[in-house]
Protein backbone atom coordinates (compact mmCIF):
# COMPACT_ATOMS: atom_id res chain seq x y z
CA UNK A 1 0.00 0.00 0.00
CA UNK A 2 1.58 3.73 -1.22
CA UNK A 3 0.66 5.86 2.03
CA UNK A 4 0.04 9.08 -0.41
CA UNK A 5 -3.09 7.23 -1.75
CA UNK A 6 -3.94 5.23 1.71
CA UNK A 7 -6.78 5.70 4.02
CA UNK A 8 -4.35 5.50 7.02
CA UNK A 9 -5.36 8.56 9.07
CA UNK A 10 -2.90 9.59 11.91
CA UNK A 11 -3.35 12.01 14.36
CA UNK A 12 -0.34 14.00 15.63
CA UNK A 13 -2.89 14.96 19.00
CA UNK A 14 -3.44 13.03 21.69
CA UNK A 15 -7.48 12.41 21.37
CA UNK A 16 -9.27 14.23 24.95
CA UNK A 17 -11.80 11.09 25.48
CA UNK A 18 -9.35 8.03 25.50
CA UNK A 19 -8.17 7.37 29.20
CA UNK A 20 -5.60 4.32 28.49
CA UNK A 21 -2.48 4.34 26.07
CA UNK A 22 -3.75 1.25 23.62
CA UNK A 23 -7.00 3.66 23.19
CA UNK A 24 -5.19 6.58 22.63
CA UNK A 25 -2.84 4.78 20.50
CA UNK A 26 -5.68 3.04 17.70
CA UNK A 27 -6.83 6.64 17.62
CA UNK A 28 -4.01 8.31 17.05
CA UNK A 29 -2.75 5.38 14.01
CA UNK A 30 -5.91 5.16 12.41
CA UNK A 31 -7.08 1.82 13.45
CA UNK A 32 -10.84 2.59 14.22
CA UNK A 33 -13.19 5.14 14.20
CA UNK A 34 -15.40 5.39 17.24
CA UNK A 35 -19.38 5.97 15.42
CA UNK A 36 -21.91 5.24 18.93
CA UNK A 37 -20.56 5.11 22.22
CA UNK A 38 -18.82 1.34 22.06
CA UNK A 39 -19.31 1.37 18.52
CA UNK A 40 -16.30 1.56 16.25
CA UNK A 41 -15.68 1.18 12.00
CA UNK A 42 -12.27 -0.19 11.33
CA UNK A 43 -10.46 1.56 8.92
CA UNK A 44 -7.52 -0.34 6.58
CA UNK A 45 -5.05 -0.86 9.51
CA UNK A 46 -7.20 -2.17 11.89
CA UNK A 47 -9.01 -3.89 10.65
CA UNK A 48 -5.88 -5.74 8.72
CA UNK A 49 -4.53 -6.26 12.19
CA UNK A 50 -8.28 -7.77 13.30
CA UNK A 51 -8.19 -10.33 10.03
CA UNK A 52 -4.52 -11.75 11.45
CA UNK A 53 -5.70 -12.25 15.05
CA UNK A 54 -8.74 -13.97 13.89
CA UNK A 55 -6.79 -16.08 11.89
CA UNK A 56 -4.21 -17.02 14.57
CA UNK A 57 -7.68 -17.98 16.72
CA UNK A 58 -8.60 -19.85 13.14
CA UNK A 59 -5.73 -21.66 12.79
CA UNK A 60 -5.43 -22.97 16.23
CA UNK A 61 -9.08 -24.00 17.13
CA UNK A 62 -8.74 -25.94 13.34
CA UNK A 63 -6.03 -27.66 14.78
CA UNK A 64 -7.39 -29.08 18.07
CA UNK A 65 -10.28 -30.13 16.01
CA UNK A 66 -12.68 -28.03 16.03
CA UNK A 67 -15.01 -27.09 12.91
CA UNK A 68 -15.93 -23.34 11.36
CA UNK A 69 -19.52 -21.94 11.28
CA UNK A 70 -20.85 -18.89 11.15
CA UNK A 71 -23.83 -18.19 12.66
CA UNK A 72 -25.72 -14.77 12.48
CA UNK A 73 -26.23 -11.70 14.80
CA UNK A 74 -30.11 -11.23 15.13
CA UNK A 75 -31.67 -14.50 17.38
CA UNK A 76 -34.77 -15.10 17.85
CA UNK A 77 -36.09 -14.59 21.19
CA UNK A 78 -38.42 -17.65 21.55
CA UNK A 79 -34.74 -19.80 21.51
CA UNK A 80 -33.45 -18.08 24.80
CA UNK A 81 -37.13 -18.36 26.68
CA UNK A 82 -36.75 -22.03 25.85
CA UNK A 83 -32.96 -21.91 28.06
CA UNK A 84 -34.59 -19.38 30.47
CA UNK A 85 -32.28 -16.96 29.73
CA UNK A 86 -34.11 -14.41 28.02
CA UNK A 87 -34.94 -12.92 30.63
CA UNK A 88 -32.48 -13.28 33.01
CA UNK A 89 -30.02 -11.57 30.37
CA UNK A 90 -31.49 -8.30 31.93
CA UNK A 91 -30.57 -4.76 30.48
CA UNK A 92 -27.16 -6.16 28.52
CA UNK A 93 -29.41 -7.91 25.81
CA UNK A 94 -30.29 -5.58 22.74
CA UNK A 95 -33.96 -6.33 22.48
CA UNK A 96 -35.16 -5.91 18.51
CA UNK A 97 -38.85 -5.70 17.11
CA UNK A 98 -39.12 -6.74 13.45
CA UNK A 99 -42.04 -5.40 11.22
CA UNK A 100 -44.44 -8.29 12.22
CA UNK A 101 -44.03 -7.82 15.78
CA UNK A 102 -41.61 -10.64 16.75
CA UNK A 103 -38.88 -9.92 19.53
CA UNK A 104 -35.45 -10.70 18.23
CA UNK A 105 -32.52 -9.73 19.88
CA UNK A 106 -28.05 -8.86 18.72
CA UNK A 107 -26.82 -12.14 20.00
CA UNK A 108 -24.28 -11.22 22.82
CA UNK A 109 -23.40 -15.43 22.90
CA UNK A 110 -24.66 -18.46 20.88
CA UNK A 111 -25.31 -21.18 23.27
CA UNK A 112 -28.69 -21.64 22.43
CA UNK A 113 -28.59 -21.15 19.09
CA UNK A 114 -25.51 -23.70 18.54
CA UNK A 115 -27.35 -26.10 20.71
CA UNK A 116 -30.82 -25.91 18.57
CA UNK A 117 -28.47 -26.99 15.30
CA UNK A 118 -26.87 -29.19 16.74
CA UNK A 119 -30.47 -30.73 17.83
CA UNK A 120 -31.49 -30.56 14.43
CA UNK A 121 -28.53 -33.20 13.09
CA UNK A 122 -27.49 -34.72 16.21
CA UNK A 123 -28.89 -38.86 15.32
CA UNK A 124 -26.62 -40.92 17.80
CA UNK A 125 -24.09 -40.63 20.10
CA UNK A 126 -21.63 -41.83 16.74
CA UNK A 127 -22.19 -37.92 15.95
CA UNK A 128 -20.33 -36.87 19.25
CA UNK A 129 -18.15 -35.17 20.39
CA UNK A 130 -17.91 -32.16 17.80
CA UNK A 131 -16.98 -28.54 18.48
CA UNK A 132 -18.25 -25.75 16.68
CA UNK A 133 -17.01 -22.21 16.70
CA UNK A 134 -17.39 -19.23 14.90
CA UNK A 135 -15.96 -15.52 14.74
CA UNK A 136 -19.03 -13.47 14.67
CA UNK A 137 -19.86 -9.68 16.22
CA UNK A 138 -21.96 -9.50 19.54
CA UNK A 139 -23.38 -6.83 20.77
CA UNK A 140 -23.80 -6.54 24.73
CA UNK A 141 -25.02 -3.16 25.49
CA UNK A 142 -22.62 -2.48 28.95
CA UNK A 143 -23.68 0.28 31.50
CA UNK A 144 -19.96 1.56 30.56
CA UNK A 145 -18.78 0.99 27.64
CA UNK A 146 -14.97 2.15 27.75
CA UNK A 147 -11.34 2.11 27.30
CA UNK A 148 -12.10 1.74 23.27
CA UNK A 149 -12.39 -1.73 21.82
CA UNK A 150 -11.55 -2.92 25.24
CA UNK A 151 -14.95 -2.92 26.27
CA UNK A 152 -16.90 -1.83 23.57
CA UNK A 153 -20.75 -2.72 23.15
CA UNK A 154 -20.02 -4.40 19.39
CA UNK A 155 -17.36 -6.49 19.68
CA UNK A 156 -15.60 -9.73 17.79
CA UNK A 157 -15.74 -12.57 19.56
CA UNK A 158 -14.61 -16.13 18.70
CA UNK A 159 -16.84 -18.40 20.76
CA UNK A 160 -16.82 -22.16 20.51
CA UNK A 161 -19.31 -24.90 21.83
CA UNK A 162 -18.20 -28.70 22.64
CA UNK A 163 -20.46 -31.92 22.54
CA UNK A 164 -19.66 -34.80 24.27
CA UNK A 165 -21.15 -38.05 25.15
CA UNK A 166 -19.40 -38.26 28.77
CA UNK A 167 -18.29 -36.23 31.56
CA UNK A 168 -14.36 -37.30 30.91
CA UNK A 169 -14.85 -36.51 27.40
CA UNK A 170 -16.19 -33.57 28.00
CA UNK A 171 -13.20 -32.34 29.92
CA UNK A 172 -10.64 -33.67 27.46
CA UNK A 173 -12.20 -31.38 24.86
CA UNK A 174 -12.25 -28.60 27.81
CA UNK A 175 -8.11 -29.32 28.06
CA UNK A 176 -8.06 -29.72 23.63
CA UNK A 177 -8.94 -25.52 24.16
CA UNK A 178 -6.98 -24.75 27.30
CA UNK A 179 -4.12 -26.11 25.33
CA UNK A 180 -5.02 -24.30 22.01
CA UNK A 181 -5.74 -21.08 23.92
CA UNK A 182 -1.94 -21.30 25.34
CA UNK A 183 -1.07 -21.69 22.15
CA UNK A 184 -3.07 -18.75 20.21
CA UNK A 185 -2.02 -16.37 22.74
CA UNK A 186 1.97 -17.34 22.44
CA UNK A 187 1.42 -17.21 18.99
CA UNK A 188 0.41 -13.07 19.28
CA UNK A 189 3.85 -12.42 21.21
CA UNK A 190 1.28 -12.38 24.58
CA UNK A 191 1.51 -14.05 28.03
CA UNK A 192 -1.88 -15.21 29.01
CA UNK A 193 -1.93 -16.91 32.12
CA UNK A 194 -5.20 -19.06 32.48
CA UNK A 195 -6.61 -18.30 35.91
CA UNK A 196 -9.32 -20.22 38.02
CA UNK A 197 -12.82 -18.01 37.33
CA UNK A 198 -16.29 -18.70 38.60
CA UNK A 199 -17.81 -21.69 37.46
CA UNK A 200 -21.64 -20.59 38.29
CA UNK A 201 -23.92 -23.31 39.49
CA UNK A 202 -22.02 -26.29 37.93
CA UNK A 203 -19.31 -25.77 40.36
CA UNK A 204 -15.69 -28.02 39.96
CA UNK A 205 -12.40 -26.21 38.54
CA UNK A 206 -13.65 -26.25 35.12
CA UNK A 207 -13.68 -22.74 34.52
CA UNK A 208 -10.83 -20.85 33.48
CA UNK A 209 -10.50 -17.06 32.32
CA UNK A 210 -7.01 -15.94 30.11
CA UNK A 211 -5.49 -12.98 31.48
CA UNK A 212 -2.91 -10.86 30.35
CA UNK A 213 -1.66 -9.05 32.92
CA UNK A 214 -1.67 -4.93 31.93
CA UNK A 215 -1.43 -2.08 35.02
CA UNK A 216 -4.83 -0.91 33.33
CA UNK A 217 -6.87 -3.92 33.11
CA UNK A 218 -10.27 -4.34 34.78
CA UNK A 219 -9.42 -7.49 36.48
CA UNK A 220 -8.02 -7.77 40.02
CA UNK A 221 -5.45 -10.85 39.69
CA UNK A 222 -3.93 -12.91 42.37
CA UNK A 223 -1.28 -15.58 41.36
CA UNK A 224 2.33 -17.05 41.70
CA UNK A 225 5.53 -15.81 40.51
CA UNK A 226 6.13 -19.01 38.83
CA UNK A 227 3.72 -17.91 36.20
CA UNK A 228 5.97 -15.13 35.05
CA UNK A 229 8.37 -17.58 33.87
CA UNK A 230 6.03 -20.26 31.90
CA UNK A 231 6.81 -20.37 28.04
CA UNK A 232 3.57 -21.73 26.70
CA UNK A 233 5.27 -23.41 23.65
CA UNK A 234 7.41 -24.90 25.39
CA UNK A 235 5.97 -28.37 25.12
CA UNK A 236 4.19 -28.59 22.00
CA UNK A 237 1.07 -31.12 22.55
CA UNK A 238 -0.17 -33.64 20.57
CA UNK A 239 -3.69 -33.03 20.49
CA UNK A 240 -5.10 -36.56 20.36
CA UNK A 241 -2.70 -37.80 23.49
CA UNK A 242 -3.19 -37.06 27.03
CA UNK A 243 -3.18 -33.42 27.26
CA UNK A 244 -3.09 -33.31 31.41
CA UNK A 245 0.49 -32.75 32.35
CA UNK A 246 0.33 -30.08 30.18
CA UNK A 247 -2.93 -28.30 31.72
CA UNK A 248 -1.66 -29.77 35.40
CA UNK A 249 1.52 -27.79 35.35
CA UNK A 250 -0.42 -24.82 34.07
CA UNK A 251 -3.11 -25.80 36.96
CA UNK A 252 -0.06 -26.36 39.71
CA UNK A 253 0.36 -23.28 41.01
CA UNK A 254 -2.22 -20.20 42.46
CA UNK A 255 -3.62 -18.32 39.93
CA UNK A 256 -7.34 -16.84 40.68
CA UNK A 257 -9.34 -13.55 39.53
CA UNK A 258 -10.99 -11.75 42.57
CA UNK A 259 -14.23 -13.68 42.53
CA UNK A 260 -12.59 -16.55 43.43
CA UNK A 261 -9.68 -15.63 45.52
CA UNK A 262 -9.18 -17.92 48.14
CA UNK A 263 -7.50 -15.54 50.96
CA UNK A 264 -6.31 -19.32 53.04
CA UNK A 265 -5.02 -20.23 49.77
CA UNK A 266 -3.31 -17.19 49.29
CA UNK A 267 -1.70 -16.52 52.48
CA UNK A 268 -0.24 -20.49 52.50
CA UNK A 269 1.96 -19.10 49.00
CA UNK A 270 5.46 -17.27 50.68
CA UNK A 271 4.89 -13.40 50.94
CA UNK A 272 7.84 -13.70 47.94
CA UNK A 273 6.23 -15.56 45.84
CA UNK A 274 2.74 -13.80 45.50
CA UNK A 275 2.12 -11.34 42.47
CA UNK A 276 -0.96 -9.22 42.77
CA UNK A 277 -1.63 -7.44 39.75
CA UNK A 278 -4.14 -6.07 36.89
CA UNK A 279 -4.92 -7.92 34.09
CA UNK A 280 -7.51 -7.73 30.82
CA UNK A 281 -9.08 -10.76 29.80
CA UNK A 282 -8.74 -12.46 26.98
CA UNK A 283 -10.44 -15.28 27.11
CA UNK A 284 -12.46 -17.64 28.79
CA UNK A 285 -13.38 -21.13 28.50
CA UNK A 286 -15.98 -22.97 30.43
CA UNK A 287 -17.51 -26.39 31.41
CA UNK A 288 -21.04 -26.19 32.26
CA UNK A 289 -22.25 -29.90 31.90
CA UNK A 290 -26.09 -30.42 30.25
CA UNK A 291 -27.40 -27.11 31.38
CA UNK A 292 -28.14 -25.88 27.88
CA UNK A 293 -28.69 -29.77 25.98
CA UNK A 294 -31.01 -30.39 29.28
CA UNK A 295 -32.90 -26.95 29.09
CA UNK A 296 -33.11 -27.22 25.31
CA UNK A 297 -33.99 -30.81 24.96
CA UNK A 298 -31.06 -31.65 22.74
CA UNK A 299 -30.91 -35.81 23.28
CA UNK A 300 -29.27 -38.73 21.67
CA UNK A 301 -29.38 -42.13 22.15
CA UNK A 302 -25.93 -43.53 23.83
CA UNK A 303 -24.82 -47.05 23.17
CA UNK A 304 -27.10 -48.79 25.17
CA UNK A 305 -30.27 -46.61 23.26
CA UNK A 306 -31.18 -45.07 26.40
CA UNK A 307 -31.04 -40.99 25.72
CA UNK A 308 -28.67 -39.11 26.80
CA UNK A 309 -28.12 -35.24 26.98
CA UNK A 310 -24.78 -34.25 25.42
CA UNK A 311 -22.14 -32.58 27.92
CA UNK A 312 -21.31 -29.09 27.44
CA UNK A 313 -18.64 -26.23 27.21
CA UNK A 314 -18.23 -23.23 25.37
CA UNK A 315 -15.06 -21.18 24.91
CA UNK A 316 -14.58 -17.74 23.96
CA UNK A 317 -11.68 -15.06 23.06
CA UNK A 318 -12.27 -11.46 22.75
CA UNK A 319 -11.01 -11.05 19.20
CA UNK A 320 -11.32 -7.20 19.43
CA UNK A 321 -10.34 -6.83 22.63
CA UNK A 322 -7.02 -8.55 21.74
CA UNK A 323 -6.20 -5.37 19.45
CA UNK A 324 -6.06 -3.19 22.64
CA UNK A 325 -4.33 -5.63 25.04
CA UNK A 326 -1.64 -6.15 22.51
CA UNK A 327 -0.67 -2.53 22.22
CA UNK A 328 -1.32 -2.28 26.37
CA UNK A 329 1.48 -5.26 26.08
CA UNK A 330 3.46 -3.90 23.33
CA UNK A 331 4.10 -0.16 22.82
CA UNK A 332 6.37 2.82 23.71
CA UNK A 333 6.24 6.88 24.01
CA UNK A 334 6.29 6.96 20.20
CA UNK A 335 3.66 4.29 19.59
CA UNK A 336 2.46 1.35 18.96
CA UNK A 337 4.95 -2.05 18.40
CA UNK A 338 3.07 -4.72 16.72
CA UNK A 339 4.37 -8.52 17.10
CA UNK A 340 5.33 -9.83 13.86
CA UNK A 341 2.38 -12.39 13.92
CA UNK A 342 -0.25 -9.75 14.04
CA UNK A 343 0.90 -6.45 12.21
CA UNK A 344 -0.86 -4.75 9.37
CA UNK A 345 2.31 -5.04 7.51
CA UNK A 346 5.41 -6.31 7.87
CA UNK A 347 7.46 -3.51 6.90
CA UNK A 348 7.36 0.38 6.70
CA UNK A 349 9.44 1.61 3.51
CA UNK A 350 10.07 5.23 4.44
CA UNK A 351 11.15 7.30 1.29
CA UNK A 352 12.75 10.15 2.56
CA UNK A 353 12.90 11.47 -1.28
CA UNK A 354 10.40 10.84 -3.18
CA UNK A 355 11.39 12.53 -6.74
CA UNK A 356 15.07 11.50 -6.94
CA UNK A 357 15.35 8.91 -9.31
CA UNK A 358 17.59 6.73 -7.43
CA UNK A 359 15.97 7.15 -4.19
CA UNK A 360 12.30 5.94 -5.78
CA UNK A 361 13.86 3.30 -7.82
CA UNK A 362 15.48 1.27 -4.73
CA UNK A 363 12.31 1.89 -2.78
CA UNK A 364 9.92 0.47 -6.11
CA UNK A 365 12.41 -2.60 -6.02
CA UNK A 366 11.77 -3.26 -2.22
CA UNK A 367 7.51 -2.60 -2.68
CA UNK A 368 7.81 -5.05 -5.46
CA UNK A 369 9.07 -7.85 -4.16
CA UNK A 370 7.18 -7.45 -0.68
CA UNK A 371 3.50 -7.51 -2.03
CA UNK A 372 0.70 -6.89 0.40
CA UNK A 373 3.42 -7.03 3.14
CA UNK A 374 5.29 -3.70 2.64
CA UNK A 375 3.39 0.10 3.51
CA UNK A 376 5.27 2.90 0.97
CA UNK A 377 5.68 5.94 2.93
CA UNK A 378 6.03 8.26 -0.69
CA UNK A 379 4.35 11.38 0.54
CA UNK A 380 5.47 14.70 -0.10
CA UNK A 381 6.61 14.73 3.72
CA UNK A 382 9.39 15.84 5.64
CA UNK A 383 11.67 12.53 6.82
CA UNK A 384 10.97 13.60 10.56
CA UNK A 385 6.94 13.58 10.11
CA UNK A 386 7.90 10.04 8.42
CA UNK A 387 9.75 9.10 10.44
CA UNK A 388 7.26 9.91 13.30
CA UNK A 389 4.76 7.90 11.67
CA UNK A 390 6.23 5.17 11.23
CA UNK A 391 6.35 4.26 14.86
CA UNK A 392 3.25 5.79 15.82
CA UNK A 393 1.83 3.36 13.45
CA UNK A 394 4.52 -0.11 14.74
CA UNK A 395 5.51 -2.03 11.56
CA UNK A 396 7.83 -4.04 12.98
CA UNK A 397 10.57 -3.25 10.61
CA UNK A 398 10.96 -0.15 8.78
CA UNK A 399 13.48 0.15 5.70
CA UNK A 400 14.73 3.92 5.38
CA UNK A 401 15.78 4.65 2.04
CA UNK A 402 17.23 8.36 1.30
CA UNK A 403 20.03 9.37 -1.68
CA UNK A 404 22.92 8.71 0.00
CA UNK A 405 22.03 5.27 0.78
CA UNK A 406 20.41 4.39 -3.32
CA UNK A 407 23.46 5.63 -4.23
CA UNK A 408 25.37 3.07 -2.64
CA UNK A 409 22.48 0.25 -3.12
CA UNK A 410 21.86 0.05 0.75
CA UNK A 411 18.82 0.06 2.93
CA UNK A 412 18.72 0.75 6.48
CA UNK A 413 16.73 -1.38 8.32
CA UNK A 414 15.43 -0.74 11.50
CA UNK A 415 13.88 -3.37 14.36
CA UNK A 416 10.57 -0.98 15.50
CA UNK A 417 10.90 -3.16 18.69
CA UNK A 418 14.53 -2.74 19.64
CA UNK A 419 15.86 0.51 17.63
CA UNK A 420 18.51 -1.92 16.31
CA UNK A 421 19.77 -0.66 12.89
CA UNK A 422 21.21 -2.77 9.81
CA UNK A 423 22.88 -0.88 6.54
CA UNK A 424 22.35 -3.92 4.31
CA UNK A 425 22.02 -5.15 0.54
CA UNK A 426 18.71 -5.06 -1.10
CA UNK A 427 18.37 -8.92 -1.32
CA UNK A 428 20.16 -9.36 2.85
CA UNK A 429 17.15 -6.33 3.34
CA UNK A 430 14.51 -8.68 2.03
CA UNK A 431 15.95 -11.87 3.79
CA UNK A 432 15.46 -9.78 7.33
CA UNK A 433 12.20 -8.93 6.47
CA UNK A 434 10.61 -12.15 5.21
CA UNK A 435 12.54 -13.53 8.39
P1 LIG B 1 -16.00 -9.31 31.10
O1 LIG B 1 -15.84 -10.00 32.42
O2 LIG B 1 -14.76 -8.62 30.63
O3 LIG B 1 -17.22 -8.46 31.01
P2 LIG B 1 -17.33 -11.62 30.17
O4 LIG B 1 -16.94 -12.55 31.24
O5 LIG B 1 -18.68 -11.04 30.19
O6 LIG B 1 -16.24 -10.46 30.05
P3 LIG B 1 -17.36 -13.71 28.20
O7 LIG B 1 -18.83 -13.90 28.15
O8 LIG B 1 -16.53 -14.71 28.90
O9 LIG B 1 -17.05 -12.25 28.75
O10 LIG B 1 -16.85 -13.44 26.71
C1 LIG B 1 -15.70 -14.03 26.13
C2 LIG B 1 -14.65 -12.98 25.82
O11 LIG B 1 -15.19 -11.90 25.06
C3 LIG B 1 -14.06 -12.32 27.06
O12 LIG B 1 -13.03 -13.11 27.59
C4 LIG B 1 -13.55 -11.01 26.49
O13 LIG B 1 -12.25 -11.19 25.97
C5 LIG B 1 -14.50 -10.70 25.37
N1 LIG B 1 -15.47 -9.65 25.77
C6 LIG B 1 -16.48 -9.76 26.64
N2 LIG B 1 -17.15 -8.60 26.76
C7 LIG B 1 -16.53 -7.72 25.92
C8 LIG B 1 -16.77 -6.35 25.58
N3 LIG B 1 -17.76 -5.66 26.14
N4 LIG B 1 -15.93 -5.76 24.68
C9 LIG B 1 -14.93 -6.47 24.11
N5 LIG B 1 -14.67 -7.76 24.39
C10 LIG B 1 -15.46 -8.38 25.28
MG1 LIG C 1 -15.73 -13.99 31.36
Known sequence: MRLSRAFLPTLKETPAEAQIVSHRLMLRAGLVRQTSAGIYAWLPAGLRVLRNVGQIVREEQDRAGAQEILMPTIQSADLWRQSGRYDDYGKEMLRITDRHDREMLYGPTNEEMVTDIFKSYARSYRDLPRNLYHIQWKFRDEVRPRFGVMRGREFLMKDGYSFDLTQEAAQHSYRQMFVAYLRTFARMGLKAIPMAADTGPIGGNLSHEFIILAETGESQVYLHRDF???????????????????????????????????????????????????????????????????????????????????????????????????????????????????????????????????????????????????????????????????????????????????????????RRATGERFELSLEDALAKIKG
Open 228 to 414: LNFDPLAELPDFDGDLTPITDRWTSRYAATDEMHDEAAWNAIPEGERVSARGIEVGHIFYFGTKYSASMGLSVPGPDGKPVHPEMGSYGIGVSRLLGALIEASHDDNGIIWPDSVAPWKVSILNLKPGDAGTDALCGQLYAALPDQALLDDRDERPGAKFADADLMGMPWQAIIGPRGAAAGKVELK
